[in-house]
């Protein structure tokens, strides 16, 4: 009866060590799946975070800035509302926002929101040209960086992708609901940042949500010697880069561009840039 219940103990202990090691290996397959999840749901556009990128956080508000890897590209000029001329262009490596200044960030370093319609999460609007060089210098004073406006050329390079560029008509591809807010599926209101996909390089909203102020300035008007006229700017107009929640489907393509009165607001935001 020893030897029975001796035999008996020691196929109970192997089973149960069979038992364990099983649930071990179901532990780890688990793991596994929840990480490929995870991957894919990034791949169809929730936010990701990539090693080139860097973060910068602001009385609570984190940002983060892409990684733009400098190169040449033929550039979309616009010459009338509906004319183009092409030119090749070079730029040296930047960072660019991931996203729209956000109204949280903008009220962290400014202490108002402008925006008419106020969420944390959506994009600053109604701001004034002045007001974003206003913004840029103080986020400077508080980060001991470097941060502008962008250039036009900035804007649609990484619009295209840069260096990984698939040939988009818009940012982040040909589909536009998939990848920008306009007046198809917006109902006329700014959205919450980075809530459509990404382009090649993990960049949001650059063809859509709301339009963004460059550091370009156009030849169409007469030098300013008004003292609101910010450093910079020396033209009453300045270019905006992409569309925006009332736009049609050719004002969201990676080639269009807009000028508009520094002094209005209307429905624009901005995007930062940092050199290398």
Request: aromatic share 8%; with cysteine; charged share 25%.
């Amino acid at each position: 009866m020893r030897i029975i219940n001796r035999r008996l103990w020691i196929v109970a202990l192997l089973a149960m060590l069979l038992v364990g090691s099983t649930a071990v290996v179901d532990a780890k397959t688990k793991k596994g799946k929840t990480k490929t999840t995870t991957t894919k749901t990034a791949k169809n556009g929730k936010k990701t975070s990539n090693s080139k990128n860097l973060t910068f956080t602001v009385n609570g508000v984190k940002f983060e800035m892409v990684k733009v890897d400098g190169g040449s590209f033929t550039m979309s000029k616009r010459v009338g509302y509906d004319e183009y001329e092409e030119k090749q262009v070079t730029l040296d490596s930047y960072y660019i926002g991931q996203t729209e200044v956000t109204q949280a960030l903008w009220k962290v370093v400014m202490g108002e929101n402008p925006s008419l319609i106020k969420n944390d999460k959506y994009p600053v609007t109604d701001v004034r040209y002045k007001d974003c060089l206003l913004f840029i210098e103080r986020l400077n004073e508080l980060t001991g960086k470097e941060f502008r406006l962008p250039t036009l050329a900035e804007c649609q390079y990484a619009a295209r992708g840069g260096n990984k560029s698939k040939g988009y008509k818009y940012s982040g591809g040909n589909d536009i609901n998939k990848v920008a807010w306009y007046s198809g599926n917006s109902n006329g209101d700014p959205q919450k940042v980075a809530t459509k996909a990404a382009n090649e390089l993990g960049i949001y909203d650059l063809c859509g949500n709301v339009s963004e102020w460059c550091n370009d300035e156009y030849d169409d008007g007469t030098r300013s010697t008004s003292p609101e006229v910010g450093p910079g700017l020396a033209r009453p107009s300045a270019a905006a880069y992409g569309g925006n929640m009332h736009s049609e489907l050719d004002e969201c393509e990676i080639k269009f561009m807009n000028k508009y009165d520094i002094s209005g607001a209307l429905i624009i935001g901005l995007r930062l840039v940092l050199q290398q």
